[in-house]
């Protein structure tokens, strides 16, 4: 039987860098296979949590808070595509950033169902790739079902509200622990990774962590 491997990803679907670090841990773990048993969960983060319901260009929101030119913004845009193409993520136009609480809460939701990563992967594809918004609940919708999720229900949860109070408590937990750039990777509730990270340096960390515990584990058996 494989160790197994706790792994909370933290991290906002606003972020590009988060849809090349969860593309890249995914990739990782494939290429581990049976090595390991890894339990994946996501947690919420906002980029722009006052971010209205229009949105706001990219271009702008960029300028802003990063004081970055339209020419920096294009040429760090290049650098993603290329990093996202390197771990089977393709980036297509983005014009606009967007709040994502509703997607955190549906998302909180497709954990109870089991089906949150491809939920994420479905959101961050709908955004990065196709450039929807993610604060649109069709478009939410329609990437539920795309999940494998009830339609349906996913309805019901973003007309109704429910889980606000849960995303905003695992908001502010992450905070306090001192999160407030993402992804932020925590391996087994010790080992913290940001950044969107290539696939080898997950791959590699987590051999060193299963490494380190099964030394621990041979250290604390009985003879």
Known sequence: MPPSLKIDFVSDIACP????????LQLALSRLGDEVDA????????????????????????GKKYGRTPAQIAET?????????????SFGPRERVYNTFDAHRLLHWARLEGRQVPLKLALLRAYHGEGKDPSD?????????????DGAAARRVLDSGDYADEVRAEEREYQSMGIHSVP????????LITGGQPAEAFERVIREILAESAGQAGASAPL
């Open 17 to 24: 860098w988060c849809a090349i670090g969860l593309s890249s």
């Open 39 to 62: 339990q994946v969960v996501l947690h919420p983060f906002e980029l722009n949590p006052d971010m209205g319901p229009d949105g706001e260009a990219i271009v702008d929101y960029l």
């Open 77 to 89: 845009q290049a650098t993603i595509r290329e990093r996202g193409a390197d771990v089977g993520f």
């Open 137 to 149: 609940h069709e478009v939410l919708i329609e990437a539920a079902k795309s999940a494998g999720l």
């Open 184 to 191: 932020s990777i925590i391996f087994n509730d010790r080992y």
